[in-house]
């Protein structure tokens, strides 16, 4: 079965940097758009930023854009999500989620097939 395992979450100072990673098994990664959503407690689950199955195309919400960068590596099997300039406002647990073609990018939750268990990043002031 399709497994999305996210890590590198954690706690980070204002200012600093968290790198997270989600790996992926049971499915061609390749045919796959990937995408990071974050969810605040009591709140639905807002996208972040996604990126196409090449990687050749990404996109970002406004509230990171300039700060995250999305990245993948399909000989890996792995997304990645570079964090810098870290504000106490991104405290959420963050997602790793997966959408298999015909789908081109992730933007809403009700895109993906495939969802992470979640990993906590917290960021203090």
């Known amino acids: 079965q399709v497994q999305l395992v996210e890590s590198g979450g954690g706690l980070a100072q204002a200012g600093g940097s968290l790198r997270l990673s989600c790996a992926a098994s049971?499915?061609?990664?390749?045919?796959?758009?990937m995408a990071w959503f974050r969810q605040f407690p009591g709140k639905e689950r807002e996208y972040v930023a996604t990126?196409?199955?090449?990687?050749?195309?990404?996109y970002y919400a406004d509230s990171v854009k300039g700060r995250f960068a999305i990245s993948r590596d399909n000989a890996k099997n792995t997304a990645y999500l570079q964090m810098d300039s870290l504000k106490p406002e991104d405290t959420a647990v963050y997602y790793c989620?997966?959408?298999?073609?015909?789908?081109?990018?992730?933007?809403?939750?009700?895109?993906?097939?495939?969802w992470g268990q979640g990993t906590q990043v917290t960021v203090s002031s």
């Open positions: 989620a997966a959408a298999m073609r015909p789908a081109r990018l992730i933007t809403s939750p009700r895109t993906a097939d495939y």
């Open positions: 990126i196409n199955w090449s990687g050749g195309i990404t």
């Open positions: 049971g499915m061609t990664f390749g045919n796959a758009a």
